[in-house]
């Protein structure tokens, strides 16, 4: 059974950068579909990025592009999300999620068909 374990939140200032890490055990990450989703207090969980099974198709949420970038190692079952240039409103809890067959090649901006999630890792932005 597929688990997700997220890492590397924690506070920074304004402006400054976190890796977030997704680490996948359980199976082979290569035929899924991976999600990054926020959720800040007081607000419904967003989805922020996500990257298709092989890597070839990413998106992002207007309010984080440019800003953010995701990435995925499947032999090291690893995903990513790197965030630069962060702000106040990037504060949040950050899941990831999984999306398997047959929905694997694509990459989804909404929570449907995400079957599998993270325990969240807290991002806060704050001088």
């Known amino acids: 059974q597929l688990q997700l374990v997220e890492s590397g939140g924690g506070s920074v200032q304004p402006g400054g950068s976190l890796r977030l890490s997704c680490a996948a055990s359980?199976?082979?990450?290569?035929?899924?579909?991976i999600g990054w989703f926020r959720q800040a207090p007081g607000k419904e969980r967003e989805a922020v990025s996500c990257i298709s099974s092989k890597g070839d198709n990413t998106n992002y949420i207007d309010s984080v592009k440019g800003r953010f970038t995701i990435s995925r190692d499947n032999a090291k079952n690893m995903v990513y999300l790197q965030m630069n240039s962060l702000k106040p409103d990037d504060t949040a809890i950050y899941y990831c999620?999984?999306?398997?067959?047959?929905?694997?090649?694509?990459?989804?901006?909404?929570?449907?068909?995400?079957?599998?999630w993270g325990q969240g890792t807290q991002v806060t932005v704050s001088s």
């Open positions: 359980g199976v082979t990450l290569d035929t899924y579909s």
């Open positions: 999620a999984a999306a398997g067959p047959p929905l694997h090649p694509m990459c989804i901006m909404m929570n449907v068909g995400y079957a599998d």
